[in-house]
């Protein structure tokens, strides 16, 4: 199936369960882009001090957001898996079967998180060569975007979602990078958004940051048909039913 059409579906799916996606997703991103935008805050001010010092109340935000963002992207695949059956689903009934798939997930995400950062953080060192590193980063991340999928759908250990993952990605993992390149359209014009509204306040920026990290996850549903529509498995439905 074309690029075109893997996104036109996508499209089609977001647009028509708009409403289920927000209510399943929007209380969890609304609760990480608050602890984001403090923790931001609180970086940003602890680098004007002479000795940063970071307490158990930072380390506790950040894995509260490991924690929120498991949830969230298992929340997502779930819903996207039970409605490409064909299945009909209510936005609580899939967060509450969603909380089994937070370990694993959680753990999948450090290991591939740590391959993927490897590579910009190796090149770094060697000052302008940072973007081969950013390039082979990105690469990395394309070749593992299907990890979540793995974890919940075919139902394997974060390591073999993994090693499952690159495997899968090897013949569309141009496709699968130029989906994930829509992100940086949608961070631009948050950003410019952001500074055009930034003497609103820190409700408005929550407002912003939430709306912006809402319509991010039609790369989900995108990267989510790409996956449906390559896997191959012996009921083969799922390379013909559309979400």
Known sequence: MSLSAILTEAYNFFRNHIAQLASLTVPLLLIQVMIQVWLGTELAAQAEVEIPQFGAIHGAAMMALLLIFSLLIAALTLYLEVRSRGHDVTPGLVLKNSFTFVPPLLLAGVFSGLAILA?????????????????????????????????????????????????????????????????????????????????????????????????????????????????????????????
């Open 119 to 243: 590579p910009v953080m190796l090149f770094a060192v060697f000052g302008p060569f940072w973007i081969i590193g950013l390039s082979i980063s990105f690469y990395l991340f394309a070749r593992l975007a299907y990890v979540n999928f793995m974890v919940i759908v075919e139902r394997v250990s974060p390591l073999e979602a993994i090693k499952s993952s690159f495997k899968f990605s090897s013949p569309i993992v141009l496709k699968t990078m130029l989906i994930l390149m829509l992100y940086l359209p949608l961070s631009m014009v948050g950003g410019v958004v952001l500074q055009l509204t930034e003497f609103g306040g820190f409700p408005l920026r929550i407002i912003i940051d939430t709306l912006f990290a809402f319509l991010g996850l039609f790369v989900n549903v995108a990267l989510f048909r790409l996956y449906m529509v390559n896997r191959t498995t012996d009921d083969s439905e799922s390379d013909t039913t559309e979400i």
